[in-house]
């Protein structure tokens, strides 16, 4: 089972324990589906993913995350071996095969495949990309909706696009994860991460907000996650709820915010209730945060429909 308090946590399913794995065209037992110690994903972390949510039989922002996954590829030089058609195909073909319709998460993982040697340079390769497709039931978990997440401000920064840009949805995730264990420790569920200037930037895995006089307010995004979930959150709430900026904001502001969530593909939106020991609002999800989850979910259901 995962850790509940976990901006990751999810409801699972006992159909995932024998889920089969789109493995480079192949379908494979979830126990079995392995990769060569020479593969440039686990020498390096040399690839890229996507997280995809299936909703009643349909791929939520299919070509946003295709656009992503084919832009980030042509960044590092990764030849997929796949047009987008036959990725899609791949993506449906393992939900069905799973028996897989709605509630669905699906981990698109592609590296520059296996290499002759254990090194950095791309041009030692003994294989094409490997392309890994796996997809689970996950529904996001409810006492969070409740309770909120409590966040914890990382002593590490978010990247500079010159050291490692965010936008590029790469396999290498060790600062992400350093500020993660960090946040751990500090008994929070997830790593609030600012950038080099000082600002708030987003969190470990997600995208993060706050809501101020009504005024929804997020990062301009420069230093953080190319999030689809935030893109889409930022439309609804400034076409339905009240407005909307992309903007800078210090921890200060944050602190004293009337509400904060986050944002992405497997929660969806998230209330944030805590940061740094300081209690957002009245302690609880606030009533934009449930205005927002509210639209979204309807927004998701109705595009899936």
């Known amino acids: 089972m995962p850790p509940h308090s976990s901006a990751q946590s999810y409801e699972g399913d006992p ?82 095969r799973n028996g897989f319709s709605t509630d669905t998460h699906i981990r698109l993982m592609i590296s520059r495949g296996r290499k002759t040697t254990p090194n950095q340079d791309p041009r030692f390769m003994a294989s094409g ?31 500079t696009p010159d050291v490692f840009d965010l936008r590029l949805n790469s396999h290498s995730r060790l600062n992400l994860i350093q500020a993660l264990v960090q946040a751990i420790a500090a008994g929070a569920d997830e790593a609030l991460m600012l950038d080099q200037r000082g600002y708030v930037a987003s969190c470990n895995s997600t995208n993060f907000f706050i809501v101020r006089k009504g005024q929804l307010w ?56 805590q940061i740094d020991g300081h209690v957002i609002g009245d302690g609880k999800p606030g009533p934009k945060t449930q205005e927002i989850t509210k639209v979204y979910w309807d927004w998701v259901k109705e595009i899936g429909a």
């Open 129 to 159: 990309a490997t392309v890994v497709i796996i997809a689970e039931i996950k529904r996001p978990r409810t006492e969070f909706a409740e309770s909120g997440l409590k966040l914890f401000t990382s002593t590490f920064r978010c990247s």
């Open 15 to 96: 159909r995932n324990d024998d889920a089969l794995i789109w493995l480079n065209g192949d379908f494979v037992h979830r126990d079995k589906a392995t990769v060569s110690v020479f593969d440039a994903g686990f020498v390096l972390g040399d690839g890229i993913w996507e997280g995809i949510r299936l909703v009643n039989g349909k791929l939520l922002s299919l070509d946003l995350h295709l656009d992503r996954l084919f832009e980030g590829a042509r960044a590092i030089s990764l030849d997929i071996g796949m047009t987008r058609e036959a990725v899609t195909n791949a993506l449906l073909a393992t939900c069905e």
């Open 218 to 273: 997020t990062s301009p995004g420069l230093f953080s996650f190319n999030g689809i979930t935030r893109g889409h959150v930022i439309a609804l709430f400034g076409e339905k709820i009240g407005p909307s900026f992309q903007k800078d904001f210090t921890l200060t502001q944050a602190y004293s915010a009337d509400e904060a969530f986050v944002t992405g593909t497997l929660g969806g939106v998230t209330p944030v209730t």
